[in-house]
């Protein structure tokens, strides 16, 4: 069983700066990919950043140049930097583990806020 917890949300003022971690734990398989999506309300869930197992990334567009995914492959663990925040940040990150033509699992999500 894999299970995704997300920890690092919170609330900042923007243009401050929030680091999201994500950790997998169970039975993971090496070749993967990590990613974070966020939902805002009203919304439909986004992706935001992904990163492969050998470190490729991709990223939305509109978050380009202020976020930063990585990931450790020993702690099975994914990270988001998220820098020069903006209010329309705000929304529930969630943490994704995907396998190449198979499963997805989900964490419980974590609540970024961005005043202005």
């Known amino acids: 069983q894999v299970q995704l917890v997300e920890s690092g949300g919170g609330l900042v003022q923007a243009g401050g700066s929030l680091r999201l971690s994500c950790a997998a734990t169970g039975s993971i398989l090496r070749i993967n990919t990590m990613g974070w999506y966020r939902q805002g309300s009203g919304k439909q869930r986004e992706l935001v950043a992904a990163i492969t197992s050998v470190r490729s990334t991709n990223y939305a567009d509109s978050v380009k140049g202020r976020f930063t995914i990585s990931r450790d492959n020993a702690k099975n663990t994914v990270y988001l930097q998220m820098n020069t925040l903006k209010p329309e940040d705000t929304a529930v990150y969630y943490c994704?583990?995907?396998?190449?033509?198979?499963?997805?699992?989900w964490g419980k999500g974590t609540l970024v806020t961005v005043s202005s």
């Open positions: 994704n583990l995907h396998y190449f033509g198979g499963n997805d699992y």
